[in-house]
Structures are given as C-alpha cells and as structure tokens.
C-alpha cells in the first residue's frame, strides 16, 4: 500500500507540474482571447461594411453604364481606372480582413483545445487525489487496527500470564511447603520473578538451583493444566545441563508433582529417580 501511494504521490507531483505549465499557456490564451473577443465583432462588422459598399458599387456602375454612351473613349478609360482603383483597394482590405478572421477563429478553436485539455488534467488530478483520500484512509483503518490487535494481544498476555502465576504459585506451595509468590510479568519482557516476605524481589537468574528447578517446574505443571485436561506430565531428559544440587532438588520436586498428576513419566539416563518411580522400563542398545 505504501509503495502504491508513493507513486500516485509522485504522479501527483507530475500532473502538478504539468497543470503549472499549462495554466501559464492558459492564462497567455485567455489574454489573447479577450483581445480576439473584442476585436472579432469589429473586423466582421468592417467585412461586411466593405461587402456591401462593393455591391452598390456594382450597381452604381451598371448605372453609370447606361450614362456612357455620350461620353469620350478617354473619359471612359478614366473613370473606369478609377473604378478599377477603387475596387483593387476593396478586393484588398476585404482578403486582409477574411484572413484576420481565419486567424482568429483558428485561435478561438485552439483555446477550446487548450481549455478541453486542462478540464482533463484537472480531472486526473482529483482522481489521484481521491485515490490517496481512500489509500490514506485505508492505511489508518489498518493502523488502528494493528494497534487495536497489539492491546488485545499485551491483554491476554497480561491475563495469561496473571492465571499462569497464580496457578504456578499454588502448585510451587504444595510442592516445596513454602509461603511464596511466582511472578511472571507480560509487562517485563516475560521476565520470572519469586517473591517471598524475607528474601523479597528476585529474578529467576538470581534463584538457587533448586529454587530454579521448582520454579520452572511448578510453571510448566501450571501451563499443562491450563492448556490440556489431562493430568499427564512427560519429561524428555530432565537433568541435562543440571548440577547433583539441581538433580537431587529435580527428584524430590518430582515426587511431590505425582501427588498432583495421575501420570508422570521420565525419559532419562540418569538413575537419580530410581527412588520415586513406580515402574521402570530399560531400553538396551
């Protein structure tokens, strides 16, 4: 979308250009207009003027043809020289004129031209412009909705995430005995927090190994609940990457969460569960 009103913009900018220049051809012709206007009327009214004196010229000399006969061969020659004179000069002035009024009627087609073309561009203009009305207001609908989309996700994940925290902590106090709070905040990037009345505020980078076990365990056996109705709990390889503190912290969490599931299964190498587990099946290579 924003690639597409980039170009209408710039097809904006060009038939602005465009429309400059043509209304400074435009007001040059309309100028020349006005004076075609003014001077039209005055050249048609001499043309016919000059028509008409023609014709009674012929008239008068079909008249003075009938008064010739008693007149001399150098009279004659005379006046019709003068006659001849006369109507040259009106022949003249009349083809000066009827070229004038070609012109100007040329001019006056050429301005409807001029005037025809400007209607147009200026027609394009309002549709590039009514087309980025629409792309804009587009753009703002989406805008608002992609902000309505992003409250509605932080929302959930706040409520999500306050359920999870609960259910976490109930879970956390069951299996260790311990008064304390699991924290895990939408606000802070999903940060981890353990609160208690003695030791406070702590992150969960900040935890003990067995503090770590507990805590991520407890929010895990929080998610499954929430997530599933089953009261399943399958572990793959629990205790890589875990010191013998955190293993043996692992093994007695894990006993307490069979308490609360009606299944746990673990899939380990370690026999550090050996203890807890009711059934053991081995696998041999």
Known sequence: VSKELEKLRVDLQKKESEMGELEDVYRKYVGILEKIKDGYPMKKRRYEELKKRYEKMKKELEYER??????????????????????????????????????????????KDQVERKRKRMNEKKEVEGMMKKIEIKMN????????????????????????????????????????EIQWRSNENYRVYLVSADKGEREFNMLSGGEQVSVALSLRLAMAEFLTENRLLILDEPTINLDKERKEMLAQVIGEIGKRMDQVILVTHDDIFESIASKRIEVGV
């Open 141 to 180: 609908m989406m805008k608002e909705l992609g902000e309505g989309v992003k409250k509605l996700i932080n929302h959930v994940g706040r409520e999500i995430t306050l359920k999870l925290s609960k259910m976490a902590t109930k879970i956390h106090s069951e299996i260790t005995g311990k008064n304390e």
């Open 66 to 111: 009938s008064k010739l006969k008693g007149l001399t061969k150098a009279q004659l020659e005379e006046m019709l020289g003068k006659l001849k004179t006369e109507k040259d000069n009106l022949e003249k002035e009349m083809e000066g004129i009827l070229g004038e009024l070609g012109k100007m009627e040329q001019m006056m087609e050429n301005l």
